[in-house]
């Protein structure tokens, strides 16, 4: 029932987001004989303050999942990702935990479609093109995760994290030049990252025995 409740909140609510932007959009300043003593709400305020709304609503949806996480009961929590993330099109979370348990559930293509999704939606696009490399990453299909991790690691946000999932598909389709590059981007770019020089080095090794097998 309190599911229901809030679904309820949130269809009213989102209905009322774009009722109260346009009813704001049309509205026409009164005339001066007949000021009020409150300012009218604009069109913006009017807006953050039912997105504030939604916020909250979700907030309380996403707390559900951990109960039904606990009673195993993973269908649901796809049903309610699924509603958060069209309340909050950029709740990556809810992209990435949905997709997560679609897959573990044996829909592999499912959880695809969910991250590719997300990516057409969301504002945040360079986490999920990361998620969704490492998902193929996961799958062993690494031709696939590189094509989105390519995409992920030349965004300038771009994490350290980006780069070792690219690394990581190079390494299984034993691309080693491209292995070595990456982790000599990663060492470069981010000099703190403490896996950076390890990996760097043995992914030379790597190249370097590749080499020497091929030489007749």
């Known amino acids: 029932m309190m599911i229901r409740s809030m679904i ?14 346009a009813f704001a959009q049309t509205q026409k300043p009164a005339a001066k004989e007949q000021k009020s003593t409150t300012e009218p709400r604009t069109a913006t305020e009017s807006k953050l303050q039912v997105e504030g709304i939604v916020s909250a609503v979700v907030d309380d949806l996403w707390k559900e999942t951990d109960q039904y996480w606990h009673h195993g009961d993973y269908y649901r929590i796809i049903a309610l990702c699924r ?9 990556n979370e809810a992209y990435t935990g949905g997709a997560y348990l679609i897959w573990s559930l044996g829909d592999a293509v499912g959880a695809d479609d969910f991250l590719s999704y997300g990516i057409d939606h969301t504002t945040q696009k360079t986490a999920l093109y990361q998620d969704l490399g490492r998902h193929f990453n ?6 696939a995760a590189e094509k989105y991790l390519r995409i992920a690691t030349s965004r300038p946000d771009a994490g350290p994290l980006a780069y070792s999932q690219l690394a990581y598909s190079y390494k299984n389709q034993k691309k080693y030049p491209q292995l070595v590059a990456t982790w000599e981007a990663v060492v470069k770019k981010f000099p703190g990252f403490p896996s950076g020089p390890p990996n760097l080095a043995s992914a030379k090794a790597l190249a370097a025995s590749s080499s020497a097998e091929t030489k007749p």
């Open 8 to 21: 309820s909140v949130l269809t009213a609510v989102c209905g009322l987001l774009s009722c109260s932007f």
């Open 83 to 91: 509603l958060s993330v069209e309340a909050d099109p950029s709740f």
């Open 138 to 143: 996961a799958t062993k299909r690494y031709e």
